[in-house]
């Protein structure tokens, strides 16, 4: 395999081929680029467009997003999963203000210094804002060089992901503009060398590809045993009054830690009884009214929601009302978000 080759035929498509992405500017923000990986890991393409430009109007710069709470970086958040990214980007802006003087570094090992941030993240930085020969592999990428090479294993071992970046180094060497390869190969596996209803026919690479010529594309990479998901059984109890609704914020740790919430009873066995509700909400039971049910399933969870309307719920220290047009301001989980939809108040 023609490494050199191969690179300029994948630069050349890019160029030519490139979705028009908001943080693919000619002139690249490292802190936009930063952004924007964050977002993108475990999430599709389309709801980071939702989602992206709204919070760089929110938080236009480090400073910005280190100063804010949480909380409002959490609800600015809100749709994309995976919490603890934010959570994360949001120490990484105050690691980059407090050690950096608010200015993204261009090293590598100073980039994986910072929290949240691993040698993905730092190279995709390093190599895209600022030019710098550095690999980067994700799931796309390993994708394209396992069918590139024809290696039907599974892309998560340990080793494959050890030859995936030793690969990934040997052809960013070999690139003309290492950061218009590392780009083309992320959007290769996004945009043709999907893992399903792969598109070889448009692939430029379809000429150095072993899979292809074996026939063996769809098959490659293997697929990785998915652990069972855990059950749980969520009673979620709406009440409102006045154009309000009763929220309560999650522990620390934990699912959806630290977001604000509808009053929830979970159990790991069973749905909570009407009379277990009204026990820890100190209301009568028969003030319950059941408004619906859902199931919302996440990478490790299926969570079984079912839905109360109640009149009369007190606030307490840990329990408090908040108004209907302030909801957008809080971090609230798209489960919850859901539950409110189920009883008629978003």
């Known amino acids: 395999m023609n490494d050199a080759k191969l690179t300029r035929q994948l630069e050349t498509w890019f160029k030519a081929n490139a979705r028009d992405l908001p943080w693919r500017l000619d002139s690249r923000d490292p802190y936009h680029a930063l952004v924007s990986e964050c977002m993108l890991q475990q999430t599709q393409v389309s709801r980071v467009l939702e989602k992206y430009q709204p919070f760089i109007d929110r938080f236009p710069t480090v400073q910005s997003l280190a100063q804010a709470p949480e909380e ?3 609800a600015m958040w809100a749709g994309l999963g995976y919490y603890r990214r934010a959570r994360m980007l949001h120490a990484c802006a105050q690691g980059i203000v407090k050690n950096h ?23 995709a930085i390093a190599s895209m804002v600022f030019h710098q020969r550095e690999p980067i592999v994700d799931g796309n990428v390993t994708r394209v060089l396992l069918r590139l090479h024809n290696k039907s294993v599974p892309q998560t071992d340990k080793e494959t992901i050890k030859w995936a970046w030793q690969r990934a180094t040997d052809l960013v060497l070999a690139a003309d503009e290492p950061n218009v390869l590392n780009e083309a190969m992320m959007e290769l596996g996004a945009t043709c060398c999907t893992p399903k209803n792969v598109r070889c026919d448009q692939c430029p690479l379809q000429s150095h590809c072993q899979a292809f010529a ?8 293997l697929p990785k045993p998915r652990a069972k998901q855990k059950r749980m059984y969520c009673a979620t109890i709406v009440s409102t009054q006045e154009g309000s609704v009763l929220l309560e914020q999650r522990p620390a740790s934990g699912m959806w830690a630290n977001m604000f919430q509808a009053p929830t009873i979970e159990r790991d066995d069973r749905q909570p009884t009407s009379a277990e509700i009204g026990e820890v909400l100190g209301i009568d039971h028969q003030q319950l009214t059941e408004l619906g049910q859902f199931t919302h399933i ?3 969870r299926i969570v079984e ?27 609230i989980s798209n489960a919850q978000r859901k539950a409110m939809d189920v009883a008629g108040i978003l």
């Open 72 to 74: 409002e970086v959490l």
């Open 101 to 123: 003087a608010g200015v993204v570094p261009n090293d590598v090992k100073q980039l994986e210094d910072l929290p949240g941030i691993g040698r993905y993240t730092a190279g």
């Open 214 to 221: 074996s026939g063996t594309t769809e098959s490659i990479p």
């Open 298 to 300: 996440t990478t490790h």
């Open 305 to 331: 929601f079912v839905v109360y309307g109640a009149d009369g719920v007190q606030s307490t220290q840990s329990r408090a009302y908040r108004t209907l047009e302030t909801l957008d301001q809080v971090a």
